[in-house]
């Protein structure tokens, strides 16, 4: 889990998109400080279930 973790010491996301909703869900980033980064698509796999697996890599300044 992330939480109490700084996103400055993210470099890489790796976001498991469901078609499913399902109640309210856990923030992602929750108690943690947060300062805005950006991110660039480096991959993405589509499934034949729906599900697409979304790779991120920080942008480098």
């Known amino acids: 889990m992330l939480q109490g973790r700084g996103s400055y010491e993210i ?3 790796v976001v498991k998109l469901h078609p499913v909703v399902v109640g309210d869900g856990i923030p992602l980033f ?7 980064e950006q991110y660039d698509l480096a991959h ?3 499934y034949d279930s ?3 697996v979304l ?4 942008r480098v300044a």
């Open 11 to 13: 470099d890489e996301l």
């Open 30 to 36: 929750h108690g943690a400080e947060f300062a805005p």
């Open 50 to 52: 729906g599900v697409v």
């Open 44 to 46: 993405s796999q589509a």
């Open 55 to 58: 790779t991120y890599r920080k």
